[in-house]
């Protein structure tokens, strides 16, 4: 049976090993005590060393810390490992792979477009993105073969062009989101369904960390271009009123 290191165990990093531990041997890393939670999915607690001496290893942290992560686990890892990282950009995270790890070591970044709340029950019909780098072909269609087996539509894109598209349909739905509930946007009796729209973003983002917000517009190189034509069309459509 293939064996996979998990490092991390935050929300998604949770939702993974108890999805992979159907098919594999999981072993998880995390600093914080939550041996019963991961032993509850199905998966295995051990340590950061030994996460990192697994087949494949699955990078499940903050963009924030992937860095020293990287640099933590390269030695550790085994001459034929495959690094798989799931964070929600992807230029930034390919550049400090190809940069800190052996090349003797595979390399898939991704980023499943999904959270614990909507793939809680089923992975079907949700999307998940490859952008294959350091990969041979052959380890690539396995993998591709057995995601789509799980439900999950596959999508393969180049790491600009994941970054400048996500910039939109993710950092700035994120930015709305949180701008509704800066706004102090609630649920009224007297609403519309547009209105409900906008409570459904505000609803999908209030579970996200701020540092995950933070995040996806720090590391995104298109983020704040995108940000900033937005409001720039906000501003003007604001002006027309008051004219």
Known sequence: MISIGIIGFGRFGKLTARYLSN????AVSTRS???????????????FESACRQRIVILCMPISAMRDTLRQA??????????VD???????PVQWMRELLPASVSILPTH???????AARSLDGRKIVLCP??????RYEKIRTWLESQGLVVITASPQE????IAVSLSLTHF??????AFGARDLDIDTEGYKRLMHILGVVSHDTWQLFEDMHTYNPYAKQKRQAFIDAMTDIHERLNQ
Do not use: N
């Open 23 to 26: 098919d594999f041997s999981v």
């Open 33 to 47: 005590d939550k041996q019963e939670a991961i032993k509850a999915c199905g998966a295995r607690p051990v340590s």
């Open 74 to 83: 390269a030695p550790l890892l085994r001459e034929d490992a495959l690094v």
């Open 86 to 92: 799931v964070c929600s950009v992807k230029v930034y």
């Open 112 to 118: 499943p477009m999904f959270g614990p709340d909507s």
């Open 133 to 138: 780098d350091r990969i041979d072909r052959e």
């Open 162 to 165: 994941h970054d400048e598209k």
């Open 176 to 181: 709305i989101g949180r701008s509704l509930s």
